[in-house]
């Protein structure tokens, strides 16, 4: 059984760093074809995909936000992380994580919201 | 960037009714759309992917079609469990959602 589970600050500042972690279980992100992606949903918003990462370490990044994200991943303890810097209010939103095996985004973490405020 | 028109952009239905939601890409998406289904407070889950397959758990009842640059989903027979917010996504270059669907009882 997939599981998987966002982790984060709950509240940053403007212009500070945004870290977070996905932890999971179920699948290991060193086995072909497993990717872990992280998507963004600002509160009564739509969906936006941010990034993911592949089993073999190839990245891919949503264009518009492209110079502020860094995913990266631990495989030997099932995490995966998502770094975005120059945090502004318009960030503020639930971040999820996301598993593509066959299927893209087949399984959800809970999410876990971020704030932007001073 | 390839872009993902969905509409209408909410949806009122009465429970038994056939509702349908369309995506437009910008470009030939070649088949590869998933849809979603998001209840408020909850992780969205996949119900379609390849513009038709159904998810293991994902009713008869939904449906999808399309092929090039248009597409559509649709719920035959609404049910009250199904009132929710839908969102397709294009996953043949990179990812993108479309805007959403809320679909409301009427």
């Known amino acids: 059984q997939v599981t998987l589970k966002e982790s984060g600050p709950g509240i940053l500042q403007p212009s500070q760093a945004l870290s977070l972690t996905c932890t999971f279980s179920g699948f290991s992100l060193s086995t072909y074809g497993m990717r872990v992606s992280w998507i963004r949903q600002p509160s009564g918003k739509g969906l936006e995909w941010l990034a993911t990462?592949?089993?073999?370490?190839?990245?891919y990044y949503n264009p518009s936000l492209k110079s502020r994200l860094t995913v990266s991943k631990d495989t030997s303890n099932n995490q995966a992380f998502l770094k975005i810097t120059s945090m502004d209010s318009a960030d503020t939103a639930t971040y999820y994580c996301?598993?593509?095996?066959?299927?893209?985004?087949?399984?959800w973490g809970q999410g876990t919201l971020v704030t932007v405020s001073s | 960037d390839i872009q993902m028109t969905q509409s209408p952009p909410s949806l009122s239905a009465s429970l038994g009714d056939k509702v349908t939601i369309t995506c437009q890409a910008s470009q030939n998406i070649n088949k590869y759309i998933a849809w979603y289904q998001q209840k408020p407070g909850k992780a969205p889950r996949l119900l379609i992917r390849y513009t038709s397959t159904l998810e293991s758990g994902t009713p008869s009842r939904f449906s999808g079609s399309g092929s090039g640059r248009d597409y559509s989903f649709s719920i035959s027979n609404v049910e009250s469990e199904d009132i929710a917010s839908y969102y397709c996504l294009q996953y043949v270059n990179l990812y993108t959602f479309g805007a959403g669907t809320k679909l409301e009882l009427k």
């Open positions: 990462i592949d089993w073999d370490d190839d990245k």
């Open positions: 996301a598993w593509t095996s066959r299927a893209p985004f087949a399984y």
